[in-house]
């Protein structure tokens, strides 16, 4: 079972109403925390699956990274990154872009990412419900190979 902070990123990476999140969520009471390496900008959190746990049909890797938040003793916004290798949960990645990652994070705060709707714009903005869709794109591999 994954608790504490990889716990929580994990139980947000993973919410809303999508098969592939569905299947990746049935992955989680096999899955344990293998490492844990952190530095003054964030941490790396290797996960292990069971073999015998289901898992996506996809050869790729990818990543789920529309969740950002706000860690307890962090001056600005924290991103996370949830990544899948060969369909099954690997690794959650936490990044701040100042030295100032905290021994023992606490998240205070989170909320999802989109694709800015204003066609000019090339960013993220902060959206008040997950788009689901937009959150798997990944799934669909790198639309430049």
Do not use: C, N
């Given at each position: ?94 990044w701040v872009t100042s030295p ?46």
């Amino acid at each position: 079972m994954i608790d504490g902070f990889a716990g929580e990123i994990l139980e947000r990476m993973l919410a809303g109403d999508h098969e592939v999140l569905s299947e990746l969520r049935a992955q989680v009471p096999a899955a344990e925390v293998r490492s844990v390496e952190a530095s003054e900008y964030g941490t790396l959190i290797d996960l292990w699956v069971a073999d015998d746990a289901g898992q996506l049909d996809v050869e790729h890797r990818f990543a789920l990274d529309d969740l950002f938040g706000k860690v307890d003793g962090v001056d600005g916004e924290v991103g996370f990154q949830l990544h899948i290798v060969r369909g099954r949960l690997k690794t959650i990645e936490a990044w701040v872009t100042s030295p100032d990652w905290p021994a023992e994070p606490r998240l205070v705060d989170s909320w999802y990412v989109a694709y800015d709707p204003d066609p000019e714009a090339a960013e993220f903005v902060r959206v008040d419900e997950r788009d689901v869709e937009f959150a798997v794109r990944g799934i669909h591999g790198d639309p430049e190979d």
